[in-house]
C-alpha cells in the first residue's frame, strides 16, 4: 500500500521559514518524480515544485528563489524549504509522487503565513 505523509505544516509569521517533508512507502522511491502542490479554498491545486529522479527541479515562478525542494533516496523523503515566507503563501500543501500513469498523493498538512 502506498503513503505519502507529510509533516512539517503550521503557523509561521510573514518572513519566517518551514520545511516540509513527506515521507513515501509503498513505492520505489528514487524511480519517482516527486513534488509539492497547494491549493486555497475556491482554486484548483497548483504545484509549488517538482524534482525528478535525477534531481532535475522546477520551480512556480512565485516560489523561485524563495523555495527549494530535495529529495533523499536513502529515507524515501521528500523535502521543500519554505523561506521568506508570504501570507498568499498560505495552503494545504500536499506531497505527490508519479511515474507514468501513477501517480499518489498525500493528505495535506496546512501552512498558514499570519502575524
Known amino acids: 500500500q502506498v503513503q505519502l505523509v507529510e509533516s512539517g505544516g503550521g503557523l509561521v509569521q510573514p518572513g519566517g521559514s518551514m520545511r516540509l517533508s513527506c515521507a513515501a512507502s509503498?513505492?520505489?522511491?528514487?524511480?519517482?518524480?516527486m513534488g509539492w502542490y497547494r491549493q486555497v479554498p475556491g482554486k484548483q491545486r497548483q504545484l509549488v515544485a517538482s524534482?525528478?529522479?535525477?534531481?532535475?527541479?522546477n520551480y512556480v515562478d512565485s516560489v523561485k528563489g524563495r523555495f527549494t525542494i530535495s529529495r533523499d533516496n536513502a529515507k524515501n523523503t521528500v523535502y521543500l524549504q519554505m523561506n521568506s515566507l508570504l501570507p498568499e503563501d498560505t495552503a494545504v500543501y500536499y506531497c505527490?509522487?508519479?511515474?507514468?500513469?501513477?501517480?499518489?498523493w498525500g493528505k495535506g498538512t496546512l501552512v498558514t503565513v499570519s502575524s
Open positions: 509503498g513505492i520505489s522511491f528514487r524511480l519517482y518524480t
Open positions: 505527490y509522487s508519479g511515474l507514468g500513469v501513477m501517480d499518489y
Open positions: 524534482i525528478t529522479r535525477n534531481s532535475d527541479t
